[in-house]
């Protein structure tokens, strides 16, 4: 269960879309934005949200038809970073500094965002857990078949049905188990990501399934100029670590990338005190440096 937030609020993004926002923690603690992948919400983020909160201000956002921001008519990358930028313009001081952790889609905002006026008055450091800048289809390996159109073909396919989850089923586990999580993940974890995912309406998982198999945001690594942090799980079917290392190798300030072994995809559920702990480490380099600065 997802925390109880201190504040809530609606950021309203370039387009009118009305963003679901929440803050945890003190309003004076150092700040740390995250954003959650596709067919997520802010609930993904709930052990780091209980971890970091004491001493953080951390700020959780829905993107775009997930959890409680309704759904839009307009998914592009675009509009990631044009949400993305409303939250940080809603939630921080002009010219205050944050980290920003994005799983997945978010850390996919992240990039698209890179360039942006608002990262980069207010990104101090950044977190990218489990995401990919280009390729995805072609690269995942959900379909267990060598590397080919066939493949290619099939994960389209499975990743942008338009069939309906259904109720979390003692098969629907071992499916998302498969095909998100590592093959250690306990079953309360497992029934954890199973149920926030069964919950991402239909429409909007397919939707954003389209935009991420056409996803092209490698000209974006080169604009995400703070200081980067990699992390990816070596069992990750999703975005395998060659996803992980690429960005690395293109990101002009990269920390190193941390592969974690025998993870899957789901890393901020499967392994919550080290991303807390690598989001903690980002904070206390970065974030008191730019404050002295």
């Not at 879309?17 to 934005?33: K, Q, Y």
């Not at 980069?120 to 990919?132: I, K």
């Not at 992980?244 to 974690?260: K, N, S």
């Not at 901020?268 to 480490?281: H, K, M, W």
């Amino acid at each position: 269960m997802n925390p109880a937030a201190v504040r809530e609020l609606t950021a309203v993004s370039a387009d009118g879309a009305r963003l679901h926002v929440e803050v945890h923690g003190p309003e004076d603690a150092p700040p740390v934005v995250l954003a959650h992948g596709w067919t997520c919400s802010t609930a993904f983020w709930a052990a780091q949200i209980r971890d970091l909160r004491a001493d953080h201000r951390v700020i959780a956002y829905d993107q775009r038809g997930h959890g409680r921001t309704p759904a839009s008519p307009v998914c592009s990358t675009d509009a990631l970073a044009d949400d993305l930028e409303a939250v940080l313009e809603a939630t921080l001081a002009p010219g205050e500094k944050a980290v920003i952790a994005g799983h997945s889609m978010g850390g996919m905002t992240v990039l698209a965002a890179a360039a942006r006026p608002k990262v980069r008055e207010h990104a101090a450091a950044v977190l990218l857990c489990s995401t990919g800048a280009s390729r995805l289809v072609a690269e995942s390996t959900v379909v267990p078949l060598r590397p080919g159109r066939l493949r290619t073909w099939l994960t389209r396919h499975v990743l942008g049905s338009r069939a309906p989850l259904g109720p979390v089923t003692p098969v629907a586990l071992r499916i998302l188990k498969y095909a998100t999580m590592g093959a250690g993940s306990a079953p309360h974890l497992v029934e954890t990501c199973a149920r926030i995912v069964h919950a991402c309406p239909r429409r909007v998982r397919h939707a954003w399934s389209q935009v991420l198999s056409l996803l092209d945001l490698d000209h974006a690594v080169r604009d995400l100029t703070v200081p980067t942090a990699v992390l990816v799980g070596t069992a990750d079917r999703l975005t395998p670590p060659v996803h992980a290392h690429r960005i690395a190798a293109a990101l002009p300030r990269c920390l190193g990338v941390t592969e974690l072994p025998g993870l899957g995809h789901m890393t901020p559920v499967e392994a919550p005190g080290l991303v807390s702990g690598r989001i903690r480490e980002l904070v206390s380099t970065y974030t008191q440096l730019k404050e002295g600065a």
